[in-house]
């Protein structure tokens, strides 16, 4: 096997280890860890690199800005806002009218066009703010 098909291979069972599991965040240490991948260090942050850029993976400041969190990006999430708790790392999918309001105000009032594929709002999910999370 050459070194471009075993690159390849690599990046695609990546890309599957995301897409297998949509609502879930990962650090590069976590791919690290995960033993159905056995990837190299510099193989992890090449192809998480990549798959931000590219915009297969969103990419979150981890909560205290440790480091930084990668998930799968449906199709969806490029037409709506993000929530994203930074406690537990949950991310909720915010499309409703109120948004869409709130994007066209932008650009009507301060003529700045909003990438919703990269747009998240930080804050603490009602289940850890239960927990005592707080903001």
Request: aromatic share 10%.
């Amino acid at each position: 096997m050459g070194r471009k098909e075993y690159e390849t291979r690599q990046r695609d069972a990546l890309l599957r280890f995301f897409r297998d599991q949509p609502d879930r965040c990962f650090s590069a240490g976590d791919i690290l860890k995960e033993e159905s991948l056995s990837l190299g260090q510099a193989t992890v942050y090449r192809l998480l690199a990549h798959f931000a850029e590219e915009g297969e993976l969103v990419r979150f400041v981890a909560p205290e800005g440790r480091g930084a969190l990668y998930q799968y990006k449906k199709d969806a999430c490029r037409s709506h806002f993000h929530l994203k708790c930074g406690r537990c790392g949950k991310l909720i999918h915010m499309d409703c009218a109120f948004m869409k309001e709130m994007e066209a105000h932008i650009m009507a009032e301060h003529h700045f066009s909003v990438d919703n594929a990269k747009t998240t709002i930080y804050g603490t999910c009602a289940a850890c703010t239960e927990m005592g999370g707080g903001k």
